[in-house]
């Protein structure tokens, strides 16, 4: 395998990348309805939620189109601290939604405070929020921002985005009290993309039902009247679903703890190294990353020189993204990644470091 140091796609496990290859099964079949059926309740121990799992064939932004065509009627708080939380807010624009946003500086988190007076008198359906920014490589603390908005707007579901943090950084659906949580398959599930996983729990599926123009493919009452028959209203990603049924059992295998550990302790390394390097970090201390860092290239380092270095050794990192893309770039760690794989890449950014940045 040659490690991808990026925020997704990340590499697969061969198994889970052979589980693919098995035969098509209709999925209208009773043999596949149990693959979706087993698959679905694994997902959910990963969501830590007793609520129900949508599983999608599409990538997490479907999944942020899902959020807002079926839980807004009236007006929704979009908390925007980087590309992603851009992102669904400009979604929720683009679908005709009312949408407020809570911009911070991208250095900066979206504090329980800040929301809980972004919401004060408002009344809004839903607050927005990504947990983990992966241009930025910052996790806000979406736990407190739940608990803020239960306390102040009993009515407001609260959404988030796990995209890059799910099953790689602790998010716990039920105990939070999160309504929505979205994800997609190609970060820390380390599987291919292509698919979207979405739990929803009964309050949120209670305020789907009185949303108009919920649109079809992504209607939670459609799907949920389909899943509770173990399937999907249009045809699933058959070859995807496969892979996911075998990951969840390497993922569950591993056991969830011991996975948030060992992401934890990639981005303890990478962060430190950073700053022993002479790189800064984006994000602030308190709120960095466990899946991704983001490094403020300080020395100037020509990231596709660094990675055609890299490259040679099967390996590399990500660049920038966003309007921050020219002087930051990201390690990524998430997914089958460990601390010994880390090991030889931060050795190697050595090497290339001390022989100048005209080694590739
Ligand atoms: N949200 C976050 C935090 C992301 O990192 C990404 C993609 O990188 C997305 C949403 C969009 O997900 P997808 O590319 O699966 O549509």
């Known amino acids: 395998m040659a490690p991808m140091f ?10 889970v990348l052979k589980a693919q290859t098995k035969a098509m099964l209709p999925h209208r079949s009773k043999e596949f309805e ?23 064939a599409s990538s997490g932004t ?19 601290n980087g590309a992603f939380g851009k992102r669904w807010h400009d979604v929720a624009l683009t679908n005709g939604k009312l949408a407020d946003k809570l911009e911070t500086d991208w250095q900066q988190p979206i504090t329980a405070e800040l929301v ?19 241009s930025t490589g910052l996790m806000n603390p979406v736990r407190e921002i739940a608990a803020a908005v239960h306390a102040a707007s009993p009515d407001t579901l609260v959404c988030v985005d796990a995209v890059s943090s799910f099953s790689g950084a602790d998010l716990k659906m039920d105990a939070w009290g999160l309504d929505m949580v979205l994800t997609s398959s190609q970060k820390c599930l ?15 599926m209670a305020k789907a039902e009185t949303v108009e123009n919920r649109g079809w493919y992504f209607d939670f009452v459609r799907l949920e009247k389909h899943r509770t028959a173990d399937s999907t209203p249009a045809t699933p990603a058959n070859s995807l679903i496969y892979a996911l049924d075998l990951q969840l059992d390497r993922i ?12 934890c302790a990639m981005a303890q390394r990478a962060q430190g190294w950073a700053l022993e390097n002479g790189f800064g970090l984006y994000a602030p201390e308190g709120y960095r990353s466990q899946t991704v860092t983001t490094l403020e290239n300080t020395p100037g380092v020509n990231v596709g020189d660094l990675n055609a270095f890299l490259l040679k050794r099967d390996m ?7 309007h921050i893309k020219s002087h930051t770039f990201r390690i990524g760690h998430m997914g089958e990644l460990n601390l010994d794989d880390l090991e030889i890449l931060l050795a190697a950014m050595e090497e290339y470091l001390a022989v100048g940045h005209n080694a590739a």
């Open 34 to 56: 149990e693959i979706f059926h087993r698959s679905e309740e694994k997902s959910r121990k990963l969501f830590f939620t007793d609520s129900r799992v949508f599983i999608s």
């Open 6 to 15: 990026v925020p997704g796609p990340v590499d697969v496990n061969e198994d």
């Open 252 to 263: 569950l295998a591993e056991g969830l703890e011991n996975r948030f550990a060992r992401h």
């Open 190 to 204: 380390a599987l291919p993309p292509g698919l979207s996983l979405a739990a929803v729990n009964d309050r949120a």
């Open 62 to 80: 479907g999944l942020h189109e899902a959020a807002v065509r079926n839980l807004v009627s009236g007006k929704m708080l979009s908390c925007v």
């Open 316 to 322: 590399r990192v990500a660049g920038g993204y966003g």
């Open 116 to 134: 809980a007076e972004a919401i004060k008198g408002k009344n809004y359906d839903i607050v927005a929020v990504v947990h983990n920014e992966t």
